[in-house]
């Protein structure tokens, strides 16, 4: 008898620069799976009749990227414990013709900085940018117990609501949340951009006289401005390369119920 094979996706606009296929098949490829994971461009207007359209298809799973985070989190069914608190959502499962919506992201990126040694408990933080990348991994970064979290953003106000946004949850952890001021120059154990800079063509617009240790670009693929700046700084940097695997991984295993090896697939990409 065959295999039937499972289907699979990742949605986003634009998505022809997605590794998501490539990194799938190498896990299935890991347990002798068949599966069928595509690349799908799909626009904001669209979004809810294409997931429409690939429930009745008989797709099991969805990744979604940019910029359809939020719109998933607004149509999934049922949410995670973690989306319903980030708001955004990159892993469907379709269950009893149901769309159940998690994030993996925030695991993906303290995944990835762990196989760094890069240690969060107790250690100051600086979290560039208030938009949905910001808030999907702030779940899982204040989860790591680390002292402070510090907040910045071109748009300072939007740094502001998101203070506010999460106090409730860092007071729970003991962690400190804090908007950085222009005049303050302080060393942070790690920096990490969170802005679509780099996506856009942009150059991000970084505070000045940043002082890091660890220098962590959530952008993959280019040496975007702040890992330029990073260089420059003589610090350690990372792309981001590493979390998007890692949440890859996290949503196989919501998928599959199998942990995969996550680093023979760096020789792949």
């Keep these: 008898m065959n295999e039937i094979i499972k289907n699979f996706a990742v949605l986003g606009h634009p998505i022809s620069h997605s590794l998501s296929p490539k990194i799938h098949q190498h896990f299935a490829d890991q347990f002798k799976m068949k599966i069928n994971y595509q690349r799908l461009d799909i626009e904001s207007g669209n979004f809810k009749e294409a997931l429409t359209n690939l429930k009745l298809k008989g797709y099991m799973g969805l990744n979604i990227t940019l910029p359809l985070k939020t719109l998933a989190y607004e149509a999934c069914d049922e949410l995670s414990a973690t989306a319903k608190l980030t708001k955004s959502v990159n892993t469907i499962s379709i269950r009893n013709d ?10 993906g990126l303290i995944t990835d900085l762990s196989a760094k040694d890069v240690r969060l408990e107790n250690k100051k933080i600086l979290l560039i940018g208030a938009g949905g990348a910001s808030n999907g991994v702030m779940y899982d970064l204040i989860s790591q117990h680390p002292q402070s979290i510090f907040l910045t953003n071109r748009t300072i106000s939007k740094s502001h609501d998101m203070k506010e946004y999460w106090a ?27 802005t679509s800079s780099s996506l856009d063509g942009e150059s991000a617009v970084l505070p000045e006289n940043l002082s890091g240790y660890f220098w962590y670009d959530m952008m993959y693929g280019k040496q975007t401005h702040f890992l330029k700046e990073a260089e420059r700084n003589k610090a350690t940097f990372s792309d981001g390369l590493g979390m998007l695997v890692e949440q890859a991984a996290a949503s196989f295993y919501i998928w599959h119920n199998r942990k995969p090896d996550t680093k023979s697939i760096y020789q792949v990409l």
């Design 98 to 107: 149901k769309l159940v919506g998690d994030t993996t992201d925030g695991i």
């Design 168 to 194: 409730s949850f860092a007071r729970k952890k003991n962690v400190l949340i804090h908007i950085l001021n222009s005049d303050e120059h302080i060393t942070f154990d790690l920096i990490i951009n969170a």
